[in-house]
């Protein structure tokens, strides 16, 4: 820190410089504290490095990185644990956010099973714990392997520090299946949570924001006998492969858990009606702050595993739970500030810089502010006192401002019509309607800096590029040295490192003195970044960052054009007027109006066209979607279903289609394979006749849908 020269002397272009800096070198001490438990400085040099961190990004606000250490909290992920492929995807729920969506819940899985209003329909009610989940698989017995849950698919490796947790047994009873994996929550308790913050301020270690952020960063520990220290809890609540199933319903099943040594949440039950379900909510509720450990709602989950069967999944939760949501908890504090940030689209949203406040067990310092119009609706000026609230994972809210308390030299805030990254104009579009959009945004396009990091931030993503090593901070280093500005600059950064060896290795971790480690991690992101090339379609279509185009209909697109060049040769097409291609894609579940003219659009840029391009230059290959099965009587083929269904609901029949390897479109065209029609079916069924699609009644459906 010698040649720190004081804050107040700094310019801009200093100051950005510092703070990059002072981000990676903070970072490797966290690294060196929590994972190695080996601080390589003194407490007070490390205070000192941060309070410097601090006083800068004061005095430069809009400086702020976004991995600013002012706003970490637990300790800073590990990428050293080995990769698990889960033998079933973890899955994430659905939630409910009043009675209604309880009811609606019930509903929707009556009609979809074909049951009366009357039939019995049983469900499993337990508090969600807000931990984080993970998978114990155990073969003749024995545990073998634990992972976290990761992105769904693919979890980390962290059987070491789950066999330390003492509510795991590392060993089942006799008669327990061959395969068996256990899921479940890891938490801590509001308690040791405490007792653990007190201990590390006494030893000036780092204090975290909440039990969750304590329990993650416990169990992503290197050394596993630092996890071994820390009081961690575990509750199981579901299950992954098994080879045998020891009980049809989820009230069965918990028992064996029980019986087989595992925690079950005390307050689970079983009930026959919804009623049964919201006065379990009402209860636990009411017990909310006495039970020791944050739960952010109730789970409800069909009791029969026939049914859950049935039922199946949409996109990444399954049909037949849902999480009913406790409602948000809400605080006092100041707004010190207000921020704009620029987000991928150009949209400039502004976001309330708070007096941090601890809201709910979570300490709160920022808090979104949406856009202009709900700025002046809800009169948000900087210096007034405010209600926040959170809920959950959600980023927290203003909710109204207590303007009894406003000073009375305040104005209105002045929302700015100019970008605060690049200085374009900043605009509000005409909608169709010919009223004004709510969002302000940069008309710069790609050529606003800020858009172009955004877009880059969301290209390497979790759900999208997932490149090991390199995450948002790489991505804001490596477009500060003007390395990548694009996503085919990714692809060249192993050249670029040929050409400028020291340059890389710097910065790839920040430090100049262990220069072995830096090419060693150097190699792993180039190899990283190799392996990725073939990553699937679905993640480098939803990477393009296409309005409208979110996971789910990448993964549609991408199964029906299975390349990138198909994919931006129908764009164009369909720009030309070819409404074939339009008609066939429109014609798509899943597929409206909105989706197809943003990939229009998308693709009329010559800018984003030159970057898939590009991207297609540098050696991509993405990886096409496998039929989800090809050797059933139906893969491959076009289905339409039409008239009542009597068997089976339309839900049903289209899940079991689609699970089969066909694709399920809903008008008939000379693409068409096959019809089925059930009784009341009209033109459909006279223009398949026309046509000469192949039409199949119900039960002939059914005999296939079930051969
Ligand atoms: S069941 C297929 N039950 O909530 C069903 N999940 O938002 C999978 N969670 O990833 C989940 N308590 O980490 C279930 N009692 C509970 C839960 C629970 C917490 C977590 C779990 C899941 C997330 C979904």
Not at 170 to 184: N, Y
Not at 633 to 648: D, H, N, P, R, S
Request: aromatic share 6%; net charge negative.
């Amino acid at each position: 820190m010698a040649a720190d020269r004081s804050v107040e002397a700094l310019t801009a272009a200093g100051a950005a410089q510092e703070l990059a800096r002072l981000a990676a070198e903070i970072e490797e001490h966290d690294a060196a504290y929590y994972q190695d438990d080996a601080p390589l400085i003194s407490d007070a040099d490390y205070d000192a490095l941060r309070q410097r961190n601090n006083a800068i990004e004061a005095r430069f606000p809009e400086l702020k990185r976004s991995d600013s250490p002012s706003e970490r909290v637990g300790a800073a992920p590990s990428t050293a644990f080995g990769k698990i492929e889960h033998a079933v995807p973890m899955l994430s729920l659905g939630n409910a956010f009043n009675n209604d969506d309880v009811v609606d819940f019930d509903g929707r899985i009556r009609r979809f099973l074909n049951l009366e209003a009357e039939a019995e329909l049983r469900f499993t009610s337990e508090p969600k714990i807000d931990g984080l989940s993970a998978s114990l698989r155990y073969e003749k017995g024995v545990l073998v392997q634990g992972a976290t849950r990761g992105d769904g698919r693919v979890g980390e490796d962290i059987t070491a520090n789950l066999r330390t947790l003492p509510d795991i047994p590392h060993k089942l009873p006799t008669g327990v299946p061959d395969i068996v994996e256990v899921r479940g929550e890891v938490y801590m308790s509001h308690a040791d949570f405490a007792a653990l913050n007190k201990r590390q301020q006494e030893k000036g270690g780092k204090i975290f924001a909440n039990p969750r952020n304590a329990a993650a960063g416990s169990l992503r520990q290197l050394d596993v006998e630092v996890t071994k220290k820390r009081p961690l809890k575990f509750f199981a609540y579901a299950w992954g492969e098994m080879s045998a199933m020891p009980s049809d319903t989820q009230t069965g099943m918990m028992a064996c858990f029980t019986d087989w040594g595992f925690s079950v949440n005390p307050a689970f039950i079983t009930v026959d009606e919804t009623q049964g379900l919201l006065a379990h909510w009402t209860a636990i509720e009411g017990q909310r702050a006495a039970l020791g450990y944050e739960i952010d709602g109730m789970v409800y989950k069909v009791d029969r595993l026939d049914y859950q069967q049935r039922l199946g999944f949409v996109s990444r939760a399954p049909r037949w739970a849902i999480a009913h949501k406790f409602p948000a908890e809400q605080a006092t504090t100041k707004v010190n500030d207000i921020d704009i940030q620029v987000g991928r689209t150009g949209a400039l949203t502004p976001v309330a810089k708070l007096e941090p406040i601890t809201v709910g067990g979570v300490v709160v310092s920022n808090a979104t502010l949406h856009n202009a119009d709900e700025i002046a609706r809800k009169d948000i000026r900087v210096g007034d006192m405010v209600v926040i609230q959170r809920a959950g994972d959600v980023i927290p809210q203003v909710v109204r401002v207590l303007s009894e308390h406003r000073d009375s030299q305040s104005s209105p805030f002045a929302f700015p019509d100019k970008c605060p990254a690049c200085g374009s104009p900043a605009m509000r579009e005409i909608r169709d309607d010919g009223e004004a959009d709510v969002v302000t945004r940069c008309s710069a396009g790609l050529t606003c800096p800020a858009q172009a990091r955004e877009g880059l931030k969301h290209f390497v993503s979790r759900a999208a590029l997932d490149i090991e090593g390199l995450g948002q901070k790489q991505i804001d280093d490596y477009w500060q040295l003007g390395l990548i500005r694009s996503p085919q600059d990714i692809f060249a950064l192993e050249a670029h490192f040929a050409d400028n060896p020291p340059e890389i290795w710097q910065y790839t971790s920040g430090a100049k003195d262990k220069i072995g480690t830096l090419k060693d991690s150097a190699r792993k992101l180039f190899k990283a970044i190799e392996m990725r090339k073939t990553a699937d379609l679905d993640r480098y279509i939803f990477a393009l960052g296409i309005r409208h185009i979110g996971e789910t209909s990448a993964r549609l697109l991408a199964r029906h054009y299975m390349s990138l060049p198909a994919m931006m040769q129908a764009a164009q097409n369909m720009a030309g007027g070819d409404e074939g291609a339009r008609g066939e894609i429109e014609a798509l579940d899943g597929v409206g109006k909105a989706l197809v003219d943003a990939l229009i659009g998308f693709f009329s840029s010559p800018d984003n066209c030159t970057v898939v391009s590009a991207l297609i230059a540098a050696g991509i290959d993405p990886t096409p979607p496998e039929a989800v099965a090809t050797d059933t009587a139906i893969a491959g083929k076009t289905i339409v279903f039409t008239g009542t269904l009597e068997k089976m609901t339309r839900a049903e029949a289209k899940a079991r289609a689609e699970a089969m390897g066909a694709k399920v479109v809903g008008s008939v065209s000379a693409k068409t394979d096959i019809l089925v029609a059930g009784p009341g079916a009209g033109s459909k069924l006279t223009k398949a006749t026309e046509l000469g699609v192949e039409v199949l009644t119900e039960d002939q459906w059914v005999a296939l849908a079930t051969a």
